[in-house]
């Protein structure tokens, strides 16, 4: 009887696993048919500064990155009297000639002639009224799926007429310090079989870095069902406790697009079509439409949007300490293994040389002597090593201190 | 013609007729006294000699007062309520006849016609050219020894060839036996029981020999002797178990003997064999099994029928709406399988009476209580536990079924060790309670109840649940021998919410409900042999709440937000008529027109005219105040399907209809979701439109073993409610902004082989059919791609499924379900874009792609219980396996793009078998 229920049980569990879990597993899409396409990235703000604008052609599944549309025509209608002028800095990169920022009230046009003579222009667009970021601010937190970490949330509040969508970018700022720097470097000195390898002092800074990363999420919110047009402890980013990235001193410099209606649209389907869904559930999918169309031919398509919107931006600090005060560091970037790297391998008139190469290769670092270490016939090498990354944070990072940088 | 016949027919042949004045007068009265008495004093006032049998006239009294009446007139009044003839010889002797008429002559062409007439196997009324007397034949050696009945008296100046028979068929405890085939052996004559056990066929005079054929029901031959209209009640025992074949099987004569087209029957009994997913018996998954009907995949709730939308199908169940009939996304039906005796499913030409949605009727009834004793069945599956209770509450008149179906999957939940699924909830149960009444026999009144509820969570901050319930209420009056109606109130309900529970100040319940009231009358009346009216009235009132949203919780700043309530009333008058043209062509004629009123209080807003419908072209709001009307629209259905006998067992079938409706679902999914909406028609959003065309040819093979059907059609489509892409529909008060209109059209072949005897049984199903989508429109932001016609999501040209049966003794059989079908179009990236600092994939045209082909392999074993009589319950085990094969069907496709690189998945819900055991036990 016992067995039997634990039969049941059995039974009873896989069902119900299945019906949760279901099966989802990743595969390679083969690469069908292709279509290349425009891809237009705009967004001009009310910044006044130089504004980029990107073309690139869309790309197969076995190409890594994105062709560049060289050699258009890019403009800026305003009002349709005064035109803001676009020149190609970088291969797919627009930069206008002059600073300029949007104005409320204006109509704005991007109109674009590629190489072959074929043009495209986008719908008017006005500039939506948006607002500054009240706060942004940090709090150690548990997240919905219980996991414990740093919450960076904004608060804002806006003008009931004003638009109720936002969007956010973010650029974040860390301190990286290798935890196995040491002020000794290993050196190969040429010798006729493999080269020797001496300690020397190191020359160059590698103990604190600071690495700097954008945003790649779409991160949206929108208050359109809320009584007051408030953006209250909007979670922005969620970094896990065990991060790296938090160790010593971290910034986040996060930026508000207040969004019209229509852009709020479009950026919301891109995100949902690259979201993860529901097992029971598939969105449809489809051809994203944007702003965007061609002067000529109304089948032929193109990608992106021309976004008009109020940019506010604020940055904030803090240190590990603050929140996590006494308590252990989270794990480095690299497990960094400790390894004796034998000299050279083999008998024969040419050995295949260890240490030399990993050291002509820059692949380790020094931490101290193998004092098991008693000549060639010895298990490992002279010197116990790490990965470089863990004594050498330029892997991740530059010794340069960024210009904002606060202490 | 070396048959033997006692001809009942008294050779006179002195003289032609029996002279009037020759009969003398007498003046006599009676009092209630017997017949044999008042023989007596005839027989003491006359010469006359009586001769009978003293069993025919035992306990007939008669009364009567005669002055000076000739005997014969007398007599005539004597026996009018009685089977007797009487005949007067020459020689002053009567002789009393039971049902028998006595004729002195033969008709003129008798001994011209008589090779002819007596060559046939049978007496053929066709061959008669004019009524005779009736011969019977009583050395047919099959038939030799059955139990002969003899209806009505004979009517010597009867000119009908043929007269009604009708009766009611009860099982051994008085309960009608419903759907039970009555066939007429040799001819091709057939009827049904209906749902209250009664029948009624048009006969040949003279000899029939009737047989009847129903799972559970032993089969019985009667040899009947028809003489006049009549009425024959019998009763009939059940089998001692039930352990017939698999299916769905139309009645006998069915498939080739009805006008419609497309049109099946499901038995719930008759399906317990076919291999289940997690131990559920499940009428709608049967369904799918037949040609026409499919899903968009496993896990996908709602049905596609004949390339129609999964929002185009009425699901009744007892006359009552029921919105969504599944629990867990499509995995069960929420339509109890003990509860339900049987499903009528219209794919093709679907009857006048209904209306209001495209592609089909599943018409699903709930058995009758057993009136007689207390009853009850209940199963022990994996995932669910099932119990039905019937009980008498007058005992022979009503009787309560109440039954109930529950999953355990929240407790095995809880006792899980992962974290992650014990937070989780998945809930649903589903409880129905049916009470049926007969006050006399003229009155029957049935009603139903029925509540269905799922919950269940996803990610741990929110909670889905969606509800059905309905109530109806069904009274069946007969009028006269020729006239019935039916009276029938319903009411149902659909609602889901949502409650998201999270970290942030956006914590919100959010609600949908609709709710639909139906009253209507429907009237059937028999006018003759060949024509049989239908008729009646229905109105129905939606009120939908296309949502509302509250903030959860103090910290919450979500406003409260309520779409305003839509309200319409949907109205029609139809009538149909099933014309028998001759003994070959049956037309069945019917119309009705439908008609839409959209009703305020309500906003409308107005677009500018020859502009896309957004934000930007919007013109003002229209106000109607409440009851105001808003906008009508409607129109003629005709239901039109004839049937025409190619042979006796060939017949060729063909209907044309056409159909509105007025309530539309909203859904940005490819397949359905339980937090689609309905919404009903307005100012905006026109009603959709089918028109079906259907040819078909039917055949039954070695007395109605096997079964053939090929069915084209071809169908087209109007006003089908589609999206742009990525719109949203919740909470969207502007709705007609996101949704297109546009047109559709299917067609295909389906062809159904099915063989409903011996130990191997089963049938064969294979359709070949495609369903396309056209949105078109000047403005680009309302073409999808580039407005030219698509492969739906649920086109599978290709559709193949096999059900087979092996009893390998009364107890143990086995069964198998093969399915194959093409796999459903989606919609693929065609390729990358960098764009915001991440990498995205772009979508090809809709539908231009095809997930992998699609097929499994269902086995199952079942066990009945020892077949002694006395005994507490009758068990019934079944072991089966789900996807034998383990085949990795995939469901569906998605590419998400994590940390800036893109990643495809694909999902599919079971992809190993599935191993299910269930104990079911009936008391």
């Known amino acids: 009887m016992k067995l039997l229920k634990k039969h049941f049980c059995f039974l009873v569990v896989i069902s119900i696993v299945l019906l949760f879990i279901g099966c989802v597993e990743e595969f390679i899409p083969r690469a069908g048919e292709f279509n290349d396409i425009l891809v237009v990235e705009a967004t001009v703000t009310n910044e006044m500064k130089h504004h980029k604008i990107y073309l690139n052609r869309t790309y197969s599944f076995e190409d890594e990155i994105a062709l560049a549309e060289t050699n258009a025509q890019v403009m800026i209608l305003e009002d349709s009297n005064n035109q803001h002028m676009f020149e190609e800095s970088e291969p797919g990169v627009y930069t206008s000639i002059n600073a300029f920022n949007v104005v409320p009230g204006a109509n704005y046009q991007l109109k674009i002639t590629m190489k072959d003579g074929s043009s495209f222009s986008s719908d008017k667009m006005t500039l939506p009224q948006g607002s500054a970021i009240d706060s942004l601010y940090t709090e150690r937190i548990v997240n919905d799926f219980g996991e414990e970490g740093m919450g960076i949330y904004v608060d804002n509040t806006n003008a009931q007429e004003g638009s109720k969508n936002f969007r956010y970018e973010y650029i974040e700022t860390y301190k990286v310090i290798a935890p196995d720097w040491n002020s000794v470097a290993l050196v190969n000195v040429p010798q006729p079989v493999c080269p020797m390898v001496i300690k020397a002092g190191r020359e160059r800074e590698e103990r604190v870095c600071y690495t700097s990363k954008s945003s790649n999420g779409i991160i949206l919110t929108s208050t359109d069902n809320f009584d007051e047009n408030r953006v209250q402890r909007f979670l922005v980013r969620f970094i896990d406790r065990s991060n790296y990235i938090l160790s010593h001193r971290y910034s986040i410099l996060v930026k508000q697009y207040a969004q019209s ?9 891109l995100k949902e079509f690259s979201s993860s869904e529901s097992l029971f559930s598939e969105t449809q999918p489809g051809f994203l439409e944007g702003n965007l169309h061609s002067d000529s031919d109304r089948n032929k398509q193109v990608l992106g949007y021309f976004d008009v919107s109020t940019v506010s931006e604020k940055r904030i600090y803090f240190d590990y300490e603050d929140y996590f005060p006494g308590e252990e560091l989270p794990p480095y970037a690299d497990p960094c293994q400790r390894a004796a790297p034998k000299v050279a391998a083999g008998h024969s008139s040419e050995p295949r040389c260890i240490l030399p190469v990993l050291v002509e290769m820059d692949l380790i670092r020094y931490v101290t002597d193998n004092s098991s270490y008693t000549g060639p016939q010895s298990e490992g090498g002279p010197f116990i090593t790490v990965p470089r990354v863990c004594g050498d944070c330029t892997v991740l990072g530059s010794t340069e201190i960024p210009t904002f940088w606060e202490e | 013609m070396k048959k033997l016949f006692t001809i009942i027919v008294l050779l006179v042949s002195t003289q032609y007729a029996i002279a009037q004045e020759e009969i003398p007068k007498i003046s006599v009265s009676f009092t209630n006294v017997d017949v044999s008495r008042a023989l007596e004093m005839i027989e003491n006032k006359t010469d006359y000699k ?131 085939a009555l066939i007429i052996k040799g001819k091709d004559i057939g009827t049904s029981t209906n749902a209250s056990g009664n029948y009624t066929v048009e006969l040949p005079v003279g000899e029939n ?71 559920e018996r499940d009428i709608l998954k049967a369904a799918v099994t037949l040609p026409g009907i499919t899903t968009a995949g496993e896990g996908a709730a709602g049905f596609n029928v004949r390339g129609g939308r999964t929002d185009q199908n009425l699901i009744l169940l007892d006359n009552g709406v029921i919105y969504n009939p599944s629990h867990f996304f499509g995995i069960f039906s929420a339509i109890n399988p003990f509860s339900t005796g049987s499903a009528e499913i219209y794919k093709g030409n679907i009857p006048a009476e209904y209306g209001g949605r495209l592609s089909s009727v599943f018409d699903i009834t709930t058995k009758d209580g057993n009136t007689e004793k207390f009853a009850g069945e209940a199963s022990i599956g994996p995932v669910t536990s099932n119990i039905v209770l019937e009980a008498p509450i007058v005992k022979d008149k009503s009787a309560l079924l109440v039954g109930g179906r529950a999953t355990y999957s929240d407790w095995i939940l809880r006792s899980l060790d992962d974290e992650q699924l014990n937070n989780s909830t998945a809930s649903f149960f ?149 014309y028998k043209v001759n003994d070959k062509l049956l037309i069945d004629m019917g119309l009705r027109f439908s008609f ?91 009603p959709q439109e089918a028109y079906q065309a259907s040819l078909g040819l039917y055949k039954n093979f070695e007395g109605n073993k096997y079964e053939l059907s090929v069915e084209g059609y071809y169908k087209q489509q109007k006003n089908l409610l589609d999206y742009k892409v990525g719109a949203q529909l919740l909470l969207n008060e502007a709705i007609e902004t996101e949704v297109l209109q546009g ?130 319950a009758h068990s019934f085990w079944s072991f089966s396996i789900y996807n034998v094969l383990g085949r990795n069907n995939p469901y569906s496709v998605f590419f998400v793009t994590q940390d800036g690189d893109i990643k495809a998945f694909q999902s599919s819900i079971f992809s190993i078998p599935v191993p299910t055991i269930t104990y079911n036990f009936k008391f």
Do not use: C
């Open chain 2, 743 to 872: 047109d559709g059209k299917a067609y295909g072949v389906e062809f159904l082989l099915k063989k409903s005897e011996g130990k191997l049984n089963g049938w064969l199903g294979y359709t070949y059919s495609r369903s396309f989508v056209k949105l078109d429109s000047e403005f680009n932001e309302e073409r999808v791609n580039n407005g030219d016609f698509f492969p739906s999501n649920f086109d599978k040209p290709h559709d193949i499924s096999v059900v087979a049966n092996y009893k390998f003794t009364r107890r143990f059989s086995a069964s198998a379900n093969f399915v194959y079908q093409t796999g459903r179009p989606v919609t693929f990236p065609i390729g990358s874009f960098s764009f915001n600092n991440s990498e995205f994939v772009f979508y090809s045209d809709r539908n231009k792609f095809r997930i992998p082909d699609y097929y499994r392999l269902d086995l199952s074993f079942n066990m009945e219980g020892n077949h002694k009589i006395k005994k507490f």
């Open chain 2, 596 to 686: 839409y009123a959209a009703l305020g209080a309500s906003s409308q807003r107005i677009y500018q005219d020859n502009a896309p419908l957004n934000s930007g072209t919007f013109v003002e709001t229209q106000e109607f105040d409440k009851n105001e009307v808003i906008e009508t629209y409607g129109g003629p259905e005709v239901r039109l399907s004839a049937r025409y006998f190619i042979k006796p067992d060939l017949s060729v079938k063909a209907s044309l209809n056409n159909a509105y409706q007025y309530i539309h679902t909203l859904s940005n999914n490819t397949t359905v979701s339980p937090t689609d909406t309905w919404k009903l028609s307005d100012l905006n959003i026109e």
């Open chain 2, 430 to 578: 589903d409880v129905v309670a049916k009470y049926n009444h007969t006050i006399n026999e003229n009155n029957e009144i049935k009603a139903t109840g029925y509540f269905s509820r799922d919950a269940f969570s996803i990610t741990s901050d929110s909670i889905f649940d969606y509800s059905n319930r309905l109530v109806s209420l069904k009274w069946d009056h007969k009028f006269s021998e020729k006239t019935t109606g039916s009276l029938i109130l319903s009411n149902s309900e659909y609602k889901f919410g949502i409650e998201f529970d999270g970290e942030s100040n956006d914590d919100f319940d959010l609600g949908y409900k609709n709710n639909e009231t139906e009253v209507k009358i429907k009237m059937k009346y028999l006018h003759s042999d060949k024509h049989k009216f239908d008729y009646g009235i229905s109105s129905k009132l939606y009120v939908v709440d296309p949502g509302d949203i509250v903030p959860l919780g103090a910290q919450s700043d979500v406003s409260s937000l309520t779409i305003p309530q839509e309200r319409g009333l949907e109205s029609a008058v139809f009538i149909s008529d099933s």
């Open chain 2, 50 to 180: 009586f001769y009978y049998l003293d069993e025919w006239l035992e306990n007939v009294k008669v009364t009567g007062d005669f002055q000076d009446t000739q005997v014969s007139l007398i007599l005539d009044d004597l026996f009018k309520n009685t089977v007797l003839n009487f005949y007067i010889s020459d020689d002053q002797k009567i002789f009393l006849l039971q049902n028998n008429q006595i004729y002195d002559s033969l008709p003129d062409d008798f001994f011209g016609e008589q090779e002819d007439q007596l060559s046939d196997e049978e007496i053929g009324y066709e061959q008669l050219k004019d009524l005779g007397p009736l011969f019977v034949n009583s050395n047919d050696g099959a038939n030799r020894g059955l139990e002969v009945v003899k209806i009505g008296r004979e009517n010597r100046n009867n000119r009908r060839r043929t007269f009604t028979l009708s009766g009611k068929i009860v099982n051994a405890k008085g309960q009608p036996i419903p759907d039970l």
């Open chain 1, 261 to 269: 209606n229509a852009a709020h649209s479009f950026y919301e389907a």
């Open chain 2, 209 to 279: 020999i009737i047989e009847t054929r129903g799972l559970g029901i032993q089969d019985s031959r009667t040899k009947v002797i028809l003489y006049n209209d009549g009425v024959f009640n019998f009763q009939l025992d059940e089998s001692v178990e039930v352990l017939d074949e698999v299916v769905v099987q139309a009645n006998r004569d069915r498939n080739v003997e009805a006008a419609l087209t497309g049109v099946t029957l499901i038995e719930v009994e008759k399906i317990k064999n076919i291999p289940l997913v997690l131990g």
